[in-house]
T-cell receptor, first 111, second 116 residues
Framework: QQQVKQSPQSLIVQKGGISIINCAYE??????FPWYQQFPGKGPALLIA?????SEKKEGRFTISFNKSAKQFSLHIMDSQPGDSATYFC??????????FGSGTRLSIRP | DAGVIQSPRHEVTEMGQEVTLRCKPI?????LFWYRQTMMRGLELLIY????????DSGMPEDRFSAKMPNASFSTLKIQPSEPRDSAVYFC??????????????FGSGTRLTVV
């Protein structure tokens, strides 16, 4: 019940295309859903986050879509660029529990 | 702020030796976390502290692992004796208490441990 399931494991997208990464959770107590971006040799860094009282949050080319009834959320990267090539982790957290990370998606943007 | 500082960046040691990883969290952050990252298991939470007190160490794989936080600006993760299966990247992260949900976790750059 504490798991966050992330897919796909890896993703290749052409430059300028849309990258989509999906996550699903079980625990309805989760009330904060961040995405982290990790470049090789670096630690994960907070990219964007959403709370379940909204269905979408957009920051530049990055958008989180949230479906509370389905207990799913996704990250969309519009106009994907080679600099977006990284590993992306979704996560879920509540005030009563520590953060739970998904298994990660390795994204490669082809020039 | 210099962020979360970890040392060393790389550590190569022989099986059976003691290894100590170090972390300096961001000043003012009340939570400190130790994670291990491998290809097979992803990001695993090992232990976390709140105001220097260990809160949950259920992720510590076995008694060979221990962690301390003697003060608000320093923490160590020790492995004794080390084994090849401990080879991984170990991350330290910190987070503020006041608004933990909004600010998220700040990770250090990690320590890549290789046990031969």
């Amino acid at each position: 019940q504490q798991q966050v399931k992330q897919s796909p494991q890896s993703l290749i997208v052409q430059k300028g295309g849309i990258s989509i990464i999906n996550c699903a959770y079980e625990n309805t107590a989760f009330d904060y859903f961040p995405w982290y971006q990790q470049f090789p040799g670096k630690g994960p860094a907070l990219l964007i986050a959403i709370r379940p009282d909204v269905s979408e949050k957009k920051e530049g080319r990055f958008t989180i879509s949230f479906n509370k009834s389905a207990k799913q959320f996704s990250l969309h990267i519009m106009d994907s660029q080679p600099g977006d090539s990284a590993t992306y982790f979704c996560a879920a957290e509540s005030s009563a529990s520590k953060i739970i990370f998904g298994s990660g998606t390795r994204l490669s943007i082809r020039p | 702020d210099a962020g979360v500082i970890q040392s060393p960046r790389h550590e190569v040691t022989e099986m059976g030796q003691e290894v100590t990883l170090r972390c300096k969290p961001i000043s003012g952050h009340d939570y400190l976390f130790w994670y291990r990252q491998t290809m097979m298991r992803g990001l695993e939470l090992l232990i976390y502290f709140n105001n220097n007190v260990p809160i949950d160490d259920s992720g510590m794989p076995e008694d060979r692992f221990s962690a301390k936080m003697p003060n608000a600006s320093f923490s160590t993760l020790k492995i004794q004796p080390s084994e090849p299966r401990d080879s991984a990247v170990y991350f330290c992260a910190s987070s503020p208490l006041s608004d933990r949900g909004t600010y998220g976790y700040t990770f250090g750059s990690g320590t890549r441990l290789t046990v031969v």
